[in-house]
């Protein structure tokens, strides 16, 4: 199986992204999984036909887009993508879309088509706290997000699609108190777990994930 593994570029004025600079320490084959890696740029449009292209010339099995949520507290592996773009701040290249829909032919969202659940659990066996999340925002992570499982709709009735969020690392609260972070090392961890998981699941078990909030 081959997965190709993206993440973001840092964007809103931190140097750096923990999505990021995990991706690059994930290993390059996970037991049968092997892992392709692309940078992304935290550009609307821009970000879609960069995985677009790299999923036509890879032909993966699946893919895993990681992005950052500065403020949440663990991994959390997004359940859907919705055709919205309202971007609260302009991305890398000073775009700021209001209410504009990703795809003008697409659905109002498509669901996550890798095993959410199957990858919080494995998550948490390591001993990381994980949750399923069921907004990704409506910035350029949940546009990319649409955007993959847009293009799996129309080109790849096989291929697999998702994305996952993680937290900050600590170099980046220093200056926000109370904001939580996580090591770099067990975000590394974490997302070799849910690559393990896709590669084991076909289809997603039954366990409950849902919140009330």
């Not at 032919?105 to 001993?127: C, H, T, W």
């Not at 690392?169 to 904001?179: F, G, L």
């Amino acid at each position: 199986m081959k997965v190709l593994l993206t993440a973001f570029d840092p964007f809103g004025g931190d140097l750096v992204n923990p999505a990021l600079e995990a991706v690059k320490l994930v290993s390059d084959r996970i037991g049968s999984v092997e892992v392709v890696k692309l940078e992304v740029p935290t550009v609307f449009k821009k970000s879609i036909q960069t995985v677009a292209d790299a999923m036509a010339k890879e032909k993966p099995d699946a893919v895993l887009c990681i992005g950052q949520a500065g403020g949440r507290f663990d991994l959390t592996v997004e359940r859907v993508g919705i055709n919205i773009d309202d971007a609260r701040i302009k991305d890398n290249e000073g775009n700021q879309p209001v209410d504009t829909p990703v795809f003008a032919d697409g659905q109002k969202a498509y669901f996550a088509s890798l095993p959410i659940k199957a990858m919080v659990e494995e998550i948490r066996k390591n001993k990381i706290p994980a949750s399923i999340s069921n907004t990704a925002g409506t910035f350029v992570c949940n546009h990319l997000l649409y955007g993959v499982l847009y293009h799996i709709a129309k080109s790849y009735p096989t291929m697999r699609g998702g994305f996952m969020h993680v937290p900050f690392i600590p170099d980046q609260v220093i200056t926000r108190p109370s904001t939580p972070s996580m090591s770099i090392e067990t975000i590394v961890k974490g997302l070799e777990a849910a690559i393990r998981a896709i590669g084991a699941n076909l289809e997603d078990i039954k366990v409950s994930g849902g919140k009330e909030l």
